[in-house]
């Protein structure tokens, strides 16, 4: 499975960015990590299609939306109220196994990563 990721780009604090990802294959979760330089890569976000359980790091709960289409080929990372500390590489990622809740947030739940596409936040 090869993954697409695009939408990145240059924002300003407080505006929102949608990012998308798009698979060669139908899959089965789909998920949202980032790294900055210097730091470790961390869990955005997770969505499972068999259930449609979603998952979020703490940090971007309640700004940050994820959703996919129904060719289970796509999804979409909608981020509002930009922060400065979300500046960094988006990576899509995707396994062909239904997720569960103790590994949606573990990188090594999946299968599939993307090339990465980039957001930085100026404040």
């Known amino acids: 499975v090869q993954l697409q990721a695009s939408g990145g780009g240059l924002v300003q604090a407080g505006g929102s960015l949608r990012l998308s990802c798009a698979a060669s294959?139908?899959?089965?979760?789909m998920a949202w990590f980032r790294r900055t330089p210097g730091k470790e890569r961390e869990f955005v976000a997770a969505f499972r299609w068999g259930n449609g359980d979603t998952y979020y790091a703490d940090s971007v709960k309640g700004r940050f939306t994820i959703s996919r289409d129904n060719t289970r080929k796509a999804m979409y990372l909608q981020m509002n109220s930009l922060k400065s500390e979300d500046t960094a590489v988006y990576y899509c990622?995707?396994?062909?196994?239904?997720?569960?809740?103790?590994?949606?947030?573990?990188?090594?739940?999946?299968?599939?990563w993307g090339q990465g596409t980039l957001v930085t936040v100026s404040s």
């Open positions: 294959a139908r899959t089965s979760s």
């Open positions: 990622a995707a396994s062909l196994r239904g997720i569960i809740t103790s590994q949606a947030r573990r990188g090594d739940s999946y299968d599939y």
